[in-house]
């Protein structure tokens, strides 16, 4: 795995509990919008 897809990856298990609480993830899990 490249360092960037570890970074994607984690980041996007780091949105699960935000995604629960109303956010949506965007750019493919690099940033998170409140909706």
């Not at 490249?2 to 994607?8: L, M, S, V």
């Not at 984690?10 to 690099?30: L, V």
Request: aromatic share 8%.
């Amino acid at each position: 795995m490249k360092p960037r897809d570890i970074f994607i990856k984690a980041c996007n298990e780091i949105a699960i509990p935000f995604i629960a609480m109303g956010f949506k993830p965007s750019k493919n899990g690099q940033c998170l919008k409140k909706i």
